[in-house]
């Protein structure tokens, strides 16, 4: 997900194909090939549009659409307070960069389901511009209540490819679940890689 670009994204068929720059398995020899479905195109579709070299998800272009909508929610008048862009640091410790790690990608995620699902205000010192959870002034047994609240109501990316890979398994078997997350432990010929992508194409057509 993180080094998506529209360029490496194959929009010919019905089902999408897409074949990322780089994967854990091709020092095997092995092609991965991630096939998206109508569900998932209807989601990715947008971010297609643009140049085909740049990243589909860009935390840079997320920030600015942020910025963007909370000068548009902006109560006070233009004449008054800062204007757009006139409180910035002028040497940031950090900058949004023009795509997700695995790591920053998980963060995002994690200040979501802050914003989504808070806990109570005993636990918290809300960040209003950032919705993070500061752990600022709160005693040990305080953290330890908010660190079991965030592993209930906090999820991480790996944990939809788990639930997919239970969900297909259940319903089309353990090698189905293999072929389609890209599962392997050693080189496989040709022939049995074709077979394998129409066997995935298949599952993605059904599941979405």
Known sequence: MCITRPGNVDTSGDIWAYRPESHKNEHHGRDRIIFIGPKAQDVLRPYLLRPSDSYCFSPTESERKRRK??????????STGNAPGTNRKRR??????????????????????????????????????????????LTDKQIEELTKWQVR???????????TATEIRKRFGLEAA??????????????????DFAK?????????
Do not use: M
């Open 178 to 195: 293999q072929v389609t997350l890209g599962h392997a432990n050693a080189n496989v010929t040709q022939v049995y890689a074709e077979r």
């Open 153 to 163: 109501h906090r999820w991480s990316p790996n944990r939809i490819r788990h639930s």
């Open 92 to 137: 940031p410790r950090q900058k949004p960069g023009e795509r997700y790690t695995k790591d920053s990608y998980r963060r995002a995620i994690h200040r979501a389901c802050d914003a989504a699902f808070p806990p109570s205000t005993q636990l918290r010192r809300r960040n209003d511009e950032s919705c993070r959870i500061w752990l600022t002034r």
């Open 200 to 208: 995935a194409v298949e599952i993605i057509r059904e599941v979405g």
């Open 69 to 78: 909508r909370k000068h548009e929610e902006r109560k006070t008048p233009l």
